[in-house]
């Protein structure tokens, strides 16, 4: 049970995975416009149209409000707010999300708006977080955003998954700009968002805003170990370092772990990009709440062999797949053959969310956590009757939330819960076929809405937990 009155419940979206409209109203292309329509990605699908919510906005945060929620996670596409490098504000930009904004204030939905979910602007570009420069621009245009939207946006997060993104941009190679076991510009890129993050709050704080920041990280109990004994705990406390300690660390704590810098330059990373001012700034500058993206977590084992790399496995046929991160000398992936798997290969494992969260409590001053995103992705068809009976996704997310309710009984400093996704749309790497969605979108029928079984049960949900 989780107590309900004060806990906000909603779902989540990302501006380039479902918006479309990608050159509508004087909107800039982002590097995932120009990545999806270069010879580098070998799909051929695009977001260009996604689930069209530029053009369904409104019918959609009604559908999310009649669906008992409260809140709704969405992020502002910086190319649509400056479309270009010159500092000029796209007032049809702005004007769409405050549009947005309007419609959310209509149906007493909360807004929790993401700065940057991995969009970065053409002219930014790719390689953008290799450079130095980009930390500036980025907090120039969090700046524009804090001005013009003020309190009208109460949760505001910097950056989505700095971790995550760095991780599949620098060593998978799947994201732009795809650098495959380029550990040094992982590093760097990593720095660089944690430097903006710091630069982009002390902006914020300037404005003296009701709002609060925080900034979004990818599952902090990422690493889990099958056995017990030191070297193995030893690989688990390398992976959580590596995979979203030091991020987690800079944000809340104001520093990086203590032996960071060591673990690094033992792994050959030339860091001379690290100046005292930045660590200043990172210290001086930390947020009010941290997102955590629970989906699994990320087995680990001692090092045996092989360079650093990290595999991700998209070919939903090979579901048993061994997914994850090779750090040389210290930690490499393992699998428990004894847990489900989602077709996708990703371990379906409820009890990584309560890891997460008494982690959180104790490694780190029990800051306020929202569960930024949760979910299942799945293949699905519509019945002879027209309906989606997702039971799976419900059973999914049953068992995740029962594990945050025992986290959340446990002193955990719980505050929102969002499931991904609001309604079906773009999957990074896998497209359309993978669906998320509480709400189907029929891509095929001028992105028709139907909701799904699990949007009525997630009503019935929250309306039981606000009785508790
Ligand atoms: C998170 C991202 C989301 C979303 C989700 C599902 O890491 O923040 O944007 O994409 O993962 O991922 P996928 O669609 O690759 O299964």
């Not at 050959?268 to 009010?288: A, C, H, M, P, W």
Request: aromatic share 14%; net charge negative; hydrophobic share 35%.
């Amino acid at each position: 049970m989780i107590n309900g009155d004060q806990m906000l419940w909603g779902s989540a979206t990302a501006a380039y995975q479902c918006e479309g409209a990608w050159q509508e109203d004087g909107k800039g292309t982002s590097i995932w416009d120009d990545f999806v329509h270069s010879n580098k990605n070998t799909k051929g699908i695009t977001a260009d149209v996604a689930c069209d919510f530029y053009h369904h906005f409104e019918e959609d945060i009604r559908m999310l409000a009649e669906g008992g929620q409260n809140t709704f996670r969405f992020s502002i596409s910086w190319s649509r707010i400056f479309p270009h490098d010159d500092g000029i504000v796209n007032e049809a930009g702005v004007q769409f999300y405050n549009q947005v904004l309007d419609i959310c204030e209509k149906y007493k939905v909360l807004p929790n708006v993401t700065l940057l979910h991995y969009d970065l602007p053409s002219y930014i570009g790719a390689d953008g977080w290799e450079k130095r420069e980009t930390i500036d621009k980025f907090a120039a245009y969090c700046k524009r955003c804090f001005e013009i939207f003020g309190d009208r946006i109460p949760y505001y997060a910097t950056i989505n998954e700095p971790n995550h993104n760095s991780y599949c941009s620098y060593l998978v190679g799947n994201y732009p700009p795809n650098h495959v076991g380029d550990v040094q510009n992982l590093v760097k890129v990593c720095y660089h968002n944690m430097v903006a993050n710091a630069k982009a709050i002390q902006e914020f704080r300037k404005l003296k805003l009701k709002a609060k920041i925080g900034i979004v990280n990818s599952g902090a109990s990422r690493a889990d170990i099958l056995k017990d004994t030191p070297e193995y705990r030893e690989a688990k406390r390398y992976a959580n370092m590596l995979f979203h300690g030091w991020l987690i660390g800079a944000a809340v704590l104001g520093k990086f772990p203590d032996d960071l810098g060591d673990t690094l330059r033992n792994l050959g990373v030339d860091l001379s990009f690290v100046k005292q001012e930045d660590l200043d700034l990172i210290r001086e500058n930390t947020v009010d709440w941290i997102g955590d993206n629970i989906y699994a977590r990320k087995v680990v084992k001692p090092y045996e062999f092989g360079e650093t790399q990290m595999v991700v496995n998209n070919d939903p046929h090979h579901s048993q797949a061994l997914e994850g991160v090779t750090v040389k000398g210290l930690f490499q992936p393992d699998i428990d053959p004894t847990t489900r798997k989602n077709p996708w290969g990703r371990e379906i494992y409820p009890k990584c969310g309560y890891d997460a969260l008494i982690r959180l409590r104790d490694e780190y001053n029990n800051i306020p956590v929202f569960i930024t995103e949760n979910g299942h992705g799945m293949f699905e068809t519509v019945d002879e009757k027209g309906e989606i009976n997702d039971q799976e996704r419900i059973e999914f997310l049953e068992e995740y939330l029962d594990y945050f309710a025992k986290a959340k009984e446990e002193g955990c400093n719980l505050q929102g819960y969002y499931i991904w996704s609001t309604m079906d749309l773009y999957s990074w790497i896998n497209g359309y076929e993978k669906r998320y969605g509480l709400v189907h979108v029929d891509y095929e029928n001028n992105c028709k809405r139907i909701p799904k079984k699990s949007y009525y049960w997630y009503r019935d949900y929250i309306e039981f937990q606000k009785n508790q």
